[in-house]
């Protein structure tokens, strides 16, 4: 199940005791966790019943146990793993077992890039849980999301000419659509539609063209110029958390490129792979390789993941200097 359909459908399943949640829109990730905490959990969960584990420091013993401890507050305990690639990789056998016969009151939720339908483990998985696709959908889908998104989550109505006006100004970024329907919906407050004219209004093309820039200039290199966009940004009301969802889309695929062209692809081969196809982005591709160097190219997605915890509490830095550091880490000269 694509995530758009599983957050969509919130509340309508049965709560399963193991989800994979699979795929590079961190954004969608966030929102299908979400609807399992809520629904395990209520509106507003307990945070001492959710345990969030990093896959590459933790054990395997570590997680059943969590897993089986009986929940003090709450009917249950959620347990997710981050970054569980190589954690899955490493106890597949033993996580085929407990998916067989998994915890009455532990619910574990594994947060993969990868998900590979036809092994024993995911069979099992969709068996007694579910495995939900968490990879940026395809644009026709987006404008129908976006009319369900404002509906369930802002009680707003949403044209479907206005929702086709915001994909084609922003494009298939889930995080900066999500967040401009909120924004949108707190504009027009009690009247009964959002309009095109509205999202004409708000939604300013070269606003989102600085968001992309951002990236840009950090990964070739100028920090700057990346932190000066960031302060227009900000100042204009852009919170670090949606630009980090907006920022960590292309750097996904600078990532992917990087390592396809690692395998042996071409430059042009590696970017049409990984969903870069315009000719000026394919150069500015090539440009942040050669700034970024391979060892930092194959260390963004780990960035993107830390910065992103430690937004969410793991750090006692505010969010914005996450986003910063971030984007020095991207500037700063290559040493491979």
């Known amino acids: 199940m694509h995530a758009l359909e599983f957050v969509r459908n919130a509340g309508k399943q049965d709560l399963a005791p193991i989800y994979a949640m699979f795929g590079d829109d961190a954004f969608l990730k966030r929102e299908a966790v979400g609807v399992v905490v809520r629904q395990a959990l209520g509106a507003e969960p307990d945070e001492t019943a959710i345990s969030r584990l990093p896959g590459d420091q933790t054990a395997l013993p570590d997680v059943l146990d969590e897993l089986r401890t009986l929940p003090f507050l709450s009917k249950f305990r959620v347990v997710i793993v981050e970054d569980a690639d190589k954690f899955v990789t490493a106890h597949r056998a033993d996580l085929e077992a407990y998916a067989a016969r998994p915890s009455r009151s532990g619910i574990l939720i594994l947060m993969v890039k990868l998900w590979n339908g036809t092994t024993k483990l995911a069979k099992v998985v969709a068996k007694t849980g579910m495995a939900v696709e968490c990879k940026s959908p395809r644009e026709s889908e987006l404008a129908a999301w976006l009319v369900s998104q404002a509906k369930t989550k802002h009680q707003a109505k949403l044209s479907p000419d206005a929702a086709a006006l915001l994909v084609e100004l922003i494009g298939p970024e889930v995080g900066i659509l999500a967040s401009e329907v909120e924004k949108l919906a707190v504009f027009v407050g009690t009247r009964a539609e959002i309009q095109r004219e509205d999202v004409a209004r708000m939604v300013g093309a070269g606003r989102v063209e600085t968001i992309w820039q951002v990236p840009e200039d950090a990964g070739t290199g100028n920090g700057a110029g990346a932190l000066e966009k960031l302060e227009t940004l900000v100042s204009a009301g852009e919170h670090p958390v949606g630009l980090l969802a907006a920022i960590g889309a292309s750097l996904r695929k600078l990532h992917h490129s990087g390592q396809l062209r690692r395998n042996g692809l071409s430059l042009n081969d590696a970017c049409r792979e990984a969903g870069i196809t ?59």
């Open 278 to 336: 315009y000719p000026r982005a394919i150069e500015l591709t090539r440009k942040q390789h050669a700034h970024l160097g391979p060892g930092r190219v194959d260390r963004l997605a780990d960035m993107l993941l830390q910065a992103d915890l430690d937004m969410k509490g793991n750090s006692q830095l505010a969010p914005r200097v996450v986003l910063e550091r971030l984007l020095m880490e991207m500037a700063r000269p290559r040493k491979d």
